[in-house]
Nanobody, 125 residues
Framework: QVQLVESGGGLVQAGDSLRLSCAASGRTFSNYPMGWFRQAPGKEREFVAAISRRSGISTTYADSVKGRFTASRDNAKNTVYLQMNSLKPEDTAVYYC?????????????????WGQGTQVTVSL
């Protein structure tokens, strides 16, 4: 069982940066590939980024955030991060972190077993 708690969301202007954090419970955090997803009002939840387990050497990103967002993890702190730069109004959404049931960093929502409650990110013009 893994419990996840996101933080770091807020209201920013276009072009600004934010860093989201996701704190996990459990001694086996490092064994889980982790993902970030987002859901805007009236839209389906979509994949943002994923990072492989243990060293986190492998990451994958949605095309819409590639080059602007960076996922990382600190296993000593049981925390995964999402650094978001050059934010755009279309990045406005509730952001969720999730722990994958698979052994690899995946973009598929249904391959994630544990989810946080989400944190709101709002980007204004």
């Amino acid at each position: 069982q893994v419990q996840l708690v996101e933080s770091g969301g807020g209201l920013v202007q276009a072009g600004d940066s934010l860093r989201l954090s996701c704190a996990a419970s459990g001694r086996t955090f490092s064994n889980y590939p982790m993902g970030w997803f987002r859901q805007a009002p009236g839209k389906e939840r979509e994949f943002v980024a994923a990072i492989s387990r243990r060293s986190g050497i492998s990451t994958t990103y949605a095309d819409s955030v590639k080059g602007r967002f960076t996922a990382s993890r600190d296993n000593a702190k049981n925390t995964v991060y999402l650094q978001m730069n050059s934010l755009k109004p279309e990045d406005t959404a509730v952001y969720y972190c999730a722990a994958a049931a698979t052994g690899w960093a995946t973009s598929k929502t249904d391959e994630y077993a544990y989810w946080g409650q989400g944190t709101q990110v709002t980007v204004s013009l």
